[in-house]
C-alpha cells in the first residue's frame, strides 16, 4: 500500500493564481482532511470528508474549496492564491472506526509570491 | 470550543536526561487525547493515545481531567527522540485539533 499520497511536493504560484493539491489515499478510509502546517501555529485543520459527497470545513476553511467524488481522491483547490497562504499542506486519512490514528501524506510545500 | 496548548515552542535536554512536554486541553466533552511525532525528514505519525495508556519507545502519558492535561514523559531522553511532537484533541466531529507542537532536541 502506497498510503496517502500527495502532490505535488513543492509547488510556487503568483498571487492571484489558482491551483489544485492532490491527496489520494488506497486504504479505502471514510474520513479524509486537509490541514496546513505554519511556524508557531501548528497543525489547523482546513476541511475534512466523512465519505464520499460529504465534507464540511474544519478551523481555516477561507480561500480553500474541496470536493469528494470518490473514496479514495480529496483535493484542495486554491481559487485564487494570497500570500497568507503559503505554508506546508498535509493530507491525513483514516477509518471512520478509528478513533483517532491519522495517517499523513509527506506534504506539499506552497509559496504564494 | 476545543483547544490544545503546548507552551514550550522548544525543549532541549542532554541525552539521559528526564524530558516532559506539555499539553494542556479545553474540551467540554469526554476528551479522547493523542501524542504526534514528527522526526526529520518523516511523515507525521501516531506515537500514543490515552485510551490504550500505553509506552510507546518510552514515553508515556497520563490524562488528568483535574488538570486538563496530558503531559508526555520520558525519564532517560536520547538522542532519536529528537523531533517535533504534537498534541492531539478528537473532538465530536471526530476531528483532531492539534496543538502548536513543541521541537525537542536532545543534546549529546
Known amino acids: 500500500n502506497a498510503g496517502v499520497t500527495q502532490t505535488p511536493k513543492f509547488q510556487v504560484l503568483k498571487t492571484g493564481q489558482s491551483m489544485t493539491l492532490q491527496c489520494a489515499q488506497d486504504m479505502n478510509h471514510e474520513y479524509m482532511s486537509w490541514y496546513r502546517q505554519d511556524p508557531g501555529m501548528g497543525l489547523r485543520l482546513i476541511h475534512y470528508s466523512v465519505g464520499a459527497g460529504i465534507t464540511d470545513q474544519g478551523e481555516v476553511p477561507n480561500g480553500y474549496n474541496v470536493s469528494r467524488s470518490t473514496t479514495e481522491d480529496f483535493p484542495l483547490r486554491l481559487l485564487s492564491a494570497a500570500p497568507s497562504q503559503t505554508s506546508v499542506y498535509f493530507c491525513?486519512?483514516?477509518?471512520?472506526?478509528?478513533?483517532?490514528?491519522?495517517?499523513f501524506g509527506e506534504g506539499s510545500r506552497l509559496t504564494v509570491l | 470550543a476545543q483547544r490544545v496548548t503546548q507552551p514550550e515552542k522548544l525543549l532541549s535536554v542532554f541525552k539521559g536526561a528526564p524530558v516532559e512536554l506539555k499539553c494542556n486541553y479545553s474540551y467540554s466533552g469526554s476528551p479522547e487525547l493523542f501524542w504526534y511525532v514528527q522526526y526529520s525528514r518523516q511523515r507525521l505519525q501516531l506515537l500514543l493515545r490515552h485510551i490504550s495508556r500505553e509506552s510507546i519507545k518510552g514515553f508515556t502519558a497520563d490524562l488528568n481531567k483535574g488538570e486538563t492535561s496530558f503531559h508526555l514523559k520520558k525519564p532517560f531522553a536520547q538522542e532519536e527522540d529528537s523531533a517535533m511532537y504534537y498534541c492531539a484533541l478528537l473532538t465530536g466531529r471526530r476531528a483532531l485539533t492539534f496543538g502548536s507542537g513543541t521541537r525537542l532536541q536532545v543534546q549529546p
Open positions: 491525513a486519512s483514516k477509518g471512520l472506526q478509528n478513533t483517532g490514528e491519522l495517517f
